[in-house]
């Protein structure tokens, strides 16, 4: 699946007990995998095996495999990487902005400050807890998330398409992981991008020090590989609004690559972007950035175009949204000041 595996942040070196159970006197000898498959709801026995593989099953304190025969009396605990109420769905009303619907997937306009899914720090209050509210038995993808099929960050703006069916979510899911589905993001980057376009190659992993971030690597055995190409819309004195299409989709993607090239989005508070990273040191030009900070109180970037073949129909379809007013305004400030000020190099 190509839906990013982690939402903002999740403490995925963290473990919590999700299931404890004291098997009964009457138990027969019985292999694990098995066992938990009769206890556990809502579960496949591929989950249960991945979770012994793991080493994250355990009997009496010590993992065991899932061809482990439980006995009478035996204490069987499931540590998983999320918290156990994070899967838990509560339906929220929550205003859908739909540009698109049919009987097998419709499209959302997510604004910005909007989680996606539940994760750590946020467990309600997202589009799923919306879609579960707003539509019935959703399918659920590869992370057990109804009608997800790709995500974008809490604080990104911009298209994402839910599956209404099991057919729908395989069939964009495999688009997605094929890299045939077309998506293109507005993005607004501190410095004066040079090169009209170009593209970025990098795998994207954990930072090292600080697991709040990502970070590009050179080694090919770090990471998963991403490719970013961009293109140069406008160049506004000290930042440079781009284009940027994705042919793969990691977490951050553009905004590691952006910040790999010496561009960080403009405000992205994560990456250093809400910071004055070009420009001139006097108070009136600080005074600017701060209103213009203001009136985009977070990253600039926006998923601006969706493409892919409808899993019905095989027909190609094209969705595209306008800047949301936050961009807009910001983007017309900058060229405000642009008009009154001489193009520097970067």
Same mark, same amino acid.
């Given at each position: ?11 995925? $070196? ?11 006197? !009457? ?28 080493? #994250?099953?355990?009997?009496? $304190? ?17 540590? %998983? ?15 859908? #902005? ?43 993808? @590869? @992370?057990?998330?109804? !009608?997800?099929?790709?995500?974008? #960050? ?5 298209? %994402?398409?839910? /599956?209404?069916?099991?057919? /729908?979510?395989?069939?964009? /899911? ?8 077309? &998506? ?26 600080? &697991? ?6 050179? #080694? ?14 406008? &160049? ?9 299409? %994705? ?50 109180? +977070? ?28 961009? +807009? %305004? ?15 190099? $970067?």
């Amino acid at each position: 699946m190509s839906i990013d595996e982690i939402a903002e942040i999740e403490e995925e $070196d963290s473990l919590f007990e999700h299931f404890r159970f004291e098997v009964p006197k !009457g138990q027969e000898l019985l292999r694990i995998d098995k066992f938990l498959m009769q206890v556990v709801a809502n579960t496949t026995r591929n989950k249960i095996q991945k979770a012994a593989d793991n080493g #994250d099953i355990y009997v009496n $304190d010590i993992p065991v495999k899932s061809n482990y025969r439980v006995k009478p009396l035996d204490v069987v605990r499931i540590l %998983l990487p999320h918290p156990p109420f994070e899967n838990r769905i509560d339906p929220e009303d929550i205003p859908l #902005d739909i540009v698109y619907e049919d009987d097998a997937l419709l499209l959302i306009n997510k604004p910005a400050g909007l989680v996606v899914h539940p994760g750590h720090g946020n467990y309600t209050g997202t589009l799923v807890n919306a879609l579960a509210f707003h539509f019935q038995n959703l399918p659920l993808n @590869s @992370s057990e998330r109804p !009608g997800l099929v790709h995500r974008i #960050d809490k604080d990104t703006s911009g298209l %994402l398409v839910i /599956a209404k069916t099991e057919t /729908a979510m395989t069939h964009l /899911a495999k688009q997605f992981e094929a890299k045939t589905s077309e &998506r293109e993001y507005i993005a607004l980057v501190w410095g004066i991008v040079k090169e009209d376009e170009g593209t970025i190659v990098g795998n994207i992993a954990r930072h090292p020090r600080d &697991r709040m971030q990502m970070s590009v690597y050179a #080694d090919p055995e770090i990471g998963k590989p991403a490719i970013t190409h961009y293109k140069v819309i406008e &160049r506004l004195t000290y930042v440079t609004l781009v284009s940027c299409t %994705l042919e793969t989709g990691r977490t951050h993607q553009i905004r590691v690559h952006m910040k790999h090239l010496g561009h960080t989005l403009f405000n992205d508070e994560r990456y250093g972007g809400n910071l004055i990273l070009k420009g001139t040191t006097f108070t009136k030009y600080k005074q600017f950035v701060d209103n213009c900070f203001k009136i985009l109180p +977070r990253q600039a970037l926006h998923a601006k175009t969706l493409g892919f073949v409808h899993p019905t129909t095989g027909e190609m379809m094209r969705f595209d949204t306008e800047l949301p007013e936050d961009m +807009r %305004l910001c983007i017309e400030k900058w060229r405000g000041y642009a008009k009154n000020h001489i193009e520097v190099e $970067d």
